[in-house]
């Protein structure tokens, strides 16, 4: 497996509290991706990064922002929590490999906003 | 903007039998392919790719997708599944030259009976 970490693993919040995930990797990947699993709507990205202080929104960015201030970490942040961002968070590294890029997945962590 | 569609939202197989998971995707341009694993509470796993060349892939697992281009299509595929395959099934796709981001499908869950 690809080395991701992401922390914490599980974590529930009160609505308009801010959170903040993190994602670690030492692979030293070019790029990092924060996506949100529900039910229904498959893997959606919220932001992604293309090297250190260098990301851009995704399909779903409203509501939260990212900061990479080094190439191992991706830090997701919910301003203000929301009970509609209650969800499960997946990171991804990926590399250029064989003409096509690969994507690696972290363990996840499952946010619940009350 | 890209997008991936699948047909099947839930698949439920007897063991022996064959599997066949449709994956369309709409995109003008040259594109990389993907199918990814989730097995319960675990996160997404490479099943198989497509970046160039022989349009029929072999992945891990016994399963293996083709690439039809004309169809704009990438249908997974298994002669024989196992009651180890149940797990949701996500088609990625990815624009070959000008992004690295994956667009996921809303998923295909497979329960396979014993």
């Known amino acids: 497996d690809a080395g991701i970490t992401q922390s914490p693993r599980h974590k529930v919040t009160e609505t308009g509290t801010p959170v903040t995930l993190r994602c670690h990797q030492t692979?030293?990947?070019?790029?990092m991706y924060w996506y949100r699993q529900d039910p229904g709507h498959g893997l959606r990205l919220i932001h992604y990064s293309y090297g250190v202080k260098d990301t851009d929104k995704g399909e779903v960015s409203d509501g939260y922002s990212v900061s990479r201030s080094k190439t191992e970490d991706f830090l997701l942040t919910l301003e203000s929590a929301t009970s509609s961002q209650t969800s499960v968070y997946f990171c991804?590294?990926?590399?250029?490999?064989?003409?096509?890029?690969?994507?690696?997945f972290g363990q996840g962590t499952r946010l619940t906003v009350v | 903007a890209q997008s991936v569609s699948q047909h099947n939202h839930h698949v439920i197989l007897s063991e022996a039998a064959s599997l066949e998971l449709g994956c369309n995707y709409s995109y003008g341009g040259t594109v990389n392919l993907f199918w990814y694993v989730q097995y319960p509470g675990q996160h997404l796993q490479l099943l198989l790719k497509y970046f160039s060349g022989d349009p029929l892939v072999k992945g891990i697992k016994g399963f293996e997708a083709e690439f039809i281009k004309s169809k704009f299509s990438f249908n997974l595929r298994k002669p024989s599944v196992q009651w180890s395959d149940t797990a949701e099934y996500f088609c990625a796709v990815a624009d070959r030259y000008n992004t690295d981001k994956l667009i996921f499908g809303t998923g295909t869950r497979l329960q396979v009976f014993p």
């Open positions: 692979e030293n990947h070019r790029y």
């Open positions: 991804a590294i990926s590399e250029r490999k064989g003409g096509g890029t690969e994507a690696f």
